[in-house]
């Protein structure tokens, strides 16, 4: 994936040099006016695979990458080229026009990326490739309500934002709205097909994943969520264990010695993470030196504040690599009190039973067990 980053990247520069060559009127004796759209819309296709590679990397867009690609859009709209395409055919995603690749590198930033795991993202950006037309642009004065609609700023190295409550006075020039409303009716009617064909699908759980990820994205680009418990800057450290096996394995080592422990279960790994910042709901934590492939938004993992303190059960809400080598992640915490469980389904009692964590209810948030 870095490495299919970094050849996007060096692709970025090769057809923003070829589009300021002809935009210069270099070498114009051997070139066509037609190749001024296929050049922007080369650029702005080589940007959307630079960012797909990105959000699989969970890293941050590098420095500049907003700011050109506003450029790029900025260009073809002033010069009428926003429909122009390399192709008719709309299997062909290279070959989409100008507004269209824009349109979907706007939502993939809007769909918040880093809270899908791989095969998740994957579905995220099937749904962006085939729905990202259904959205439209429109002029800041336009605004009717705040639900659906987002602010662009095309002067700025900045991803779209939702408009929420902003003062359209204060609003910086060359700014226009993302209007995502039709675009949430179309979804809304794949969402109750989906939904028609679930009891009769053969593989529900696939069915099941692919209802919960649509649903996420209609969130996401009909009004921005909003956030329950405000985060508090902290400083201190809590140790870590990944992975649900991992985290029942660590909740069983309080009643089993440590022989019967790595017998039966192995070695638990034990990580040292920095608290970033806390909430009554969760924390933001970061580490160095992370083992590869050991976190995915949605993994179950078990954390303490102390040696001393109880093992609390959380999941990873989003993660975030960072240039330095470290890693972001922010976790929702699930129950203060876990306990390790064997389960399996009692329709075929043959199977092996697997590790489960028996939560608690919650009467002040009105979770069940």
């Not at 939702?162 to 204060?170: A, C, E, K, P, T």
């Amino acid at each position: 994936a870095q490495l299919a980053f970094n050849l996007w990247q060096e692709m970025t520069l090769g057809w923003k040099q070829a589009l300021m060559d002809k935009i210069d009127k270099r070498f114009s004796f051997f070139t066509s006016s037609k190749l001024l759209p296929l050049l922007v819309q080369s650029a702005l296709y080589s940007f959307w695979r630079a960012q797909q590679a990105c959000m699989r990397l969970y890293l941050p867009i590098p420095l500049g990458m907003w700011r050109e690609i506003h450029q790029l859009f900025r260009y073809a709209a002033e010069n009428r080229l926003l429909d122009e395409k390399k192709s008719d055919n709309p299997k062909e995603k290279s070959g989409r026009s100008i507004s269209t690749l824009y349109k979907q590198q706007l939502l993939l930033a809007l769909a918040d990326p880093q809270r899908f795991s791989g095969a998740e993202l994957d579905k995220v950006i099937e749904i962006i490739e085939s729905y990202a037309h259904y959205a439209h642009f429109q002029p800041v004065s336009k605004l009717a309500s705040a639900a659906g609609f987002f602010l662009i700023e095309l002067e700025h190295d900045k991803a779209p934002q939702f408009i929420g409550n902003r003062s359209l006075d204060v609003l910086p020039p060359h700014s226009l709205l993302l209007d995502t409303i039709e675009l949430a009716k179309k979804l809304h009617k794949a969402e109750v097909n989906v939904e028609s064909k679930a009891p009769m699908a053969n593989d529900r759980a696939k069915v099941q994943m692919w209802l919960e990820i649509l649903r996420r994205v209609i969130r996401q680009w009909c009004i921005s969520p909003q956030r329950l418990y405000q985060r508090i800057p902290a400083e201190s450290t809590v140790d870590v264990v990944l992975g649900l096996s991992q985290a029942v394995m660590q909740l069983n080592s309080e009643h089993l010695s440590p022989a019967a422990l790595a017998k039966h279960y192995g070695e638990v790994t034990l990580m040292p993470w920095r608290v970033i910042n806390e909430s009554p709901g969760g924390y933001a934590i970061v580490a160095h030196d992370l083992p590869s492939e050991q976190a995915r938004p949605g993994e179950i993992v078990v954390l303490r504040a102390s040696s001393e303190s109880a093992w609390m059960v959380a999941s990873i809400r989003w993660l975030q690599q960072r240039y330095d080598g470290a890693t972001e992640m922010g976790l929702q915490v699930m129950s203060a009190k876990a306990q390790p469980v064997l389960l399996r389904p009692t329709v075929a009692s043959n199977t092996l039973f697997q590790p489960a964590l028996l939560l608690p209810p919650i009467p002040a948030l009105k979770q069940q067990q």
